[in-house]
């Protein structure tokens, strides 16, 4: 965003007020809010929660309009700390302890992954970051290699849903913190379907800005660390677009070797977990 002004719920909040002719004490009287943490609202010293947004947005007719700013508030507020989920999984990784049901775990990675698609996006990473600090915990306990390299796959998974419900919410660099950190976790799980598909997230990042080559570029390292996988045929899907949008030659090929390796993977072809990354 660099220094581009962005209106926030304060300036919605006064405007939709001030176009009622109401006063703060008005505001506060039919919405059941002190005036001075009205007041702190419009101001930004305050950010609001959901149900003073919707209160407000009821009282004022804003049409969704006070909802919708005050979750772009969040999000940018979230978008500050990209750090968050990295140090959650700077500390898994640092770790080597635990203790838990894994299947238990993992069960739960793989439901929350198929939420992609259809659950409020801060509420889906919200709940992504608690698993995240649960498998922190689970790795401070005393436990042998093979289940250390269980949970930091679990976490690995969490940190590329999080990585893209960071991205669909417009919050760039704490999806790149995420993705980054997630990879980190896969090659250090030595699992390459997750780093590849950190690899992916990339090449999706920079197709959807308009950065073709580097989208290229991302997919190609990809392909070359988790061959013949669901994610392989993923990021030669992206490679096409990619040079499909750059007017280059040789995509039925590229296809054609897509659908090679798909047809050889075993059924079903993708895991819940991969689902939402496609």
């Known amino acids: 965003m660099g220094d581009t002004y962005r209106v926030t719920f304060g300036d919605r909040l006064r405007e939709y007020r001030q176009h009622r002719g109401w006063s703060l004490a008005d505001l506060s009287k039919a919405t059941h809010y002190h005036r001075s943490y009205l007041s702190n609202l419009e101001n930004g010293r305050k950010l609001p929660n959901e149900d003073l947004a919707r209160v407000c947005d009821e009282v004022l007719r804003a049409k969704g309009e006070l909802l919708a700013a005050a979750r772009g508030d969040t999000v940018l507020k979230l978008d500050q700390t990209p750090w968050q989920t990295a140090e959650l999984i700077q500390r898994m990784q640092a770790s080597d302890t635990t203790a838990g049901t894994l299947e238990s775990l993992h069960s739960t990675v793989e439901e929350l992954c198929c939420q992609y698609n259809h659950r409020d996006a801060l509420e889906l990473r919200q709940e992504a970051h608690s698993w995240l600090q649960h498998v922190a915990g689970l790795l401070r306990r005393p436990v042998g290699l093979k289940a250390h390299a269980d949970l930091l796959v679990a976490g690995g998974w969490l940190a590329l849903l999080a990585g893209c419900v960071e991205y669909d919410l417009g919050m760039r660099t704490a999806a790149e913190s995420t993705r980054t950190a997630a990879m980190q976790l896969g090659l250090e799980a ?60 040789g995509l039925h090929t590229l296809l054609e070797s897509g659908k090679e390796i798909l047809e050889h993977l075993p059924y079903p072809r993708a895991s819940a977990k991969s689902r939402f990354m496609t």
């Open 190 to 249: 030595g699992h390459p379907e997750i780093a590849g598909w950190g690899h992916e997230m990339t090449a999706w990042f920079a197709l959807t800005q308009g950065r073709f080559r580097q989208a290229i570029d991302a997919a190609q390292r990809g392909q070359a660390v988790a061959q013949r996988s669901s994610v392989h045929v993923q990021l030669i899907a992206q490679e096409a677009k990619a040079k499909a949008r750059l007017g280059e030659a």
